[in-house]
């Protein structure tokens, strides 16, 4: 199961809610499936959005998105996973070694990831890992 190249933003929020749906009716999760319903068990908030077809969130904030909320913290767990820039991990242990939940770190990280995504897709370029993990490391 792919959530990602190739589908469409109906498609990807479909993919979340069927992950939440199968928890749901405790059927079996596939792998990532199970890593979005780790993401999504730490956002009570969005339980109730999930199970139905209801909600319609836009635009390019991820307050305002819960999808595209979910989905930073899917990518910063990728990111974190693959130590990918090198670095991110390290910054991820001095937020939690000053006292932040994992959570917390995650909410700040993805901060940091979302401003990066933007400033790409403003200028028609790739993120820049050098400067994001560089604004990572500010935090």
């Known amino acids: 199961m792919s959530v990602y190249a190739g ?34 068990a730490l956002h009570p908030e969005y339980h109730a ?44 242990q001095r937020l939690l070694q000053r006292g932040a939940s994992l959570h917390d770190a995650e909410h700040r990280m993805i901060g940091v990831l979302s401003e990066a995504l933007w400033q790409a897709q403003r200028s028609g370029r790739a993120p820049d890992e050098r400067v994001y993990l560089e604004a990572l490391q500010r935090l």
């Open 49 to 92: 959005l999930l199970q139905g077809a209801a909600l319609e969130a836009e635009g390019t904030d991820a307050a305002a998105n819960p999808f595209l909320h979910l989905g930073l913290h899917l990518a910063l767990r990728e990111q974190l996973g693959t130590n990918r820039p090198a670095g991110i991990n390290a910054v991820l």
């Open 7 to 40: 589908h469409s933003r109906d498609a990807m929020r479909a993919a979340w809610r069927e992950a939440w749906q199968r928890h749901e009716q405790r059927l079996p999760l596939e792998p990532l499936q199970a890593q979005m319903l780790d993401v999504i």
